[in-house]
């Protein structure tokens, strides 16, 4: 079976993917710097899938500590997690984000390129379209990224494209995330997020376990069914899944052009829609207040997954009700995340 090395592998995305793969027979290798992830969420899929995931301490940035990765582990491809990911810190400080996102990825593909392995799936986000002109969205709308942490993912899209134009030795799969949320049905892993949340599953469960006082609606105005932001909302397991289909794609499909799909469950979901159904599933009231709403935000953001369906045979299957499900199962189990 192919050996996939995994950046950033202990993280939300990360080590729901890591479950996947393990369980289909992949050889695994994780590397991540732990500045927004914990070891522990590595001993826990340990734990679901029966068998330890090596893993070492590694910043992307550092081309020594790469390189010695891939000598010891020799992979067949490469799935690229690493990276940040606040909309909001990336405003404060693009600097972090295009040396970290950008000149992280460039230096990972030099390393890869040395290596002779020149097979990557790309964790990129649905932030490089911007202001929609129309819905929902396919992979053929404009891309116009509005703050640094979209212009970061769509230059490193960039780079993988050009480099597949190249040089036909690479192969490339760049998978544009909508809203990830949920967790693991086992409870053994799910989002912990430093400091206050920035996404809004997350949120409710910190507010339904009585860590937040109460949950800010940003605005009640807006020209959707109850006036509340619509949103693109994928279960983490789904998403995980079509990162399994999509590398397997690049590893079966020589010669192909790039993939680059969306992944998002095809339909939005308002903010109220959201509470009452994690209200129903948590059995918790849940304080909520309407509050003005917050600049730069949009009504409506949710895609069209018609194109993973037809290239990848993939869809999500799990639906608000089990993404609210299985987020407060793993905010009941572990109110402080792997800290506890």
Partial sequence: MKRVLVTGGAGYIGSHTLVELSQRGYELFVIDDFSNSSPRSLQAVTKIVGKTIPY???????????????????????????????????????????????????????????????????????????????????????????????????????????????????RVGLLRYFNPAGAHASGQIGEDPAGEPHNLVPYISQVASGLLPGLKILGDDYSTPDGTGVRDYIHVVDLAIG???????????????????????????????VLTTFRRVSGQSIPAQVVARRPGDLPAYYSSPALAAAQLGWRAERNLEDICRDAWHWQSRNPRGYRD
Avoid at 248 to 272: D, I, Q, T, W
Wanted: net charge negative; with cysteine.
């Fill in 56 to 170: 070492a301490e590694c910043d992307i940035r550092s081309s020594t500590d790469l390189a010695a990765a891939f000598d010891d582990f020799r992979p067949d491809a490469v799935i690229h997690f690493a990276g940040v990911k606040s909309v909001g810190e990336s405003c404060r400080d693009p600097l972090k984000y295009y040396d970290i996102n950008v000149q992280g990825t460039l230096n990972l593909l030099s390393v890869m390129d040395k290596a002779d392995c020149r097979k990557l799936i790309f964790s990129s986000s649905a932030t490089v379209y911007g202001e929609p002109s129309e819905l929902p969205l396919t992979e053929h709308a404009a891309l116009r990224p509005m703050q640094p942490y979209g212009h970061s993912k769509r230059m490193c899209e960039q780079v993988l494209l050009d480099l597949a134009a190249a040089d036909p030795r690479w």
């Fill in 243 to 273: 990162h399994v289909a999509a590398l397997r794609h690049v590893l079966e499909s020589a010669g192909s052009a790039p993939l680059v799909v969306n992944l998002g469950m095809g339909e939005g979901y308002s903010v109220m829609d």
